[in-house]
Nanobody
Framework: QVQLVESGGGLVQAGGSLRLSCAAS????????MAWFRQAPGKEREFVAS????????YYADSVKGRFTISRDNAKNTVYLQMNSLKPEDTAIYYC?????????????????WGQGTQVTVSS
């Protein structure tokens, strides 16, 4: 079993930055592909970014490309999401997810482990 705990959310003005962290425990972190998803009120959970086990491959949703950066530190069992140039439409609960599958995926159903989420609110 894997436990994922997100942190770093908060309230920020449009144009500002936040860095989310997700700490993992319970399984060898380097064996998991990792991703960030988000869910705004009344909307479905959507893919934000993913990173391969070794960190050499990353993928982004078009809506965040060029503004967000996903990274991981396998020595610290942590995955990060650096969010710059934030917009009000980025407001959502952000979830960290882990997959035992070798390939990364934008589909929530392909992820085996989920954190509880952290709220990000961007004011205009």
């Amino acid at each position: 079993q894997v436990q994922l705990v997100e942190s770093g959310g908060g309230l920020v003005q449009a144009g500002g930055s936040l860095r989310l962290s997700c700490a993992a425990s319970g399984r060898t972190f380097s064996s998991l592909a990792m991703a960030w998803f988000r869910q705004a009120p009344g909307k479905e959970r959507e893919f934000v970014a993913s990173i391969s086990r070794g960190g050499d491959n990353t993928y982004y949703a078009d809506s965040v490309k060029g503004r967000f950066t996903i990274s991981r530190d396998n020595a610290k069992n942590t995955v990060y999401l650096q969010m710059n140039s934030l917009k009000p439409e980025d407001t959502a609960i952000y979830y960290c997810a882990g997959s035992i599958r070798q390939s990364v995926s934008p589909r929530p159903s392909q992820y085996d482990y989920w954190g509880q989420g952290t709220q990000v609110t961007v004011s205009s």
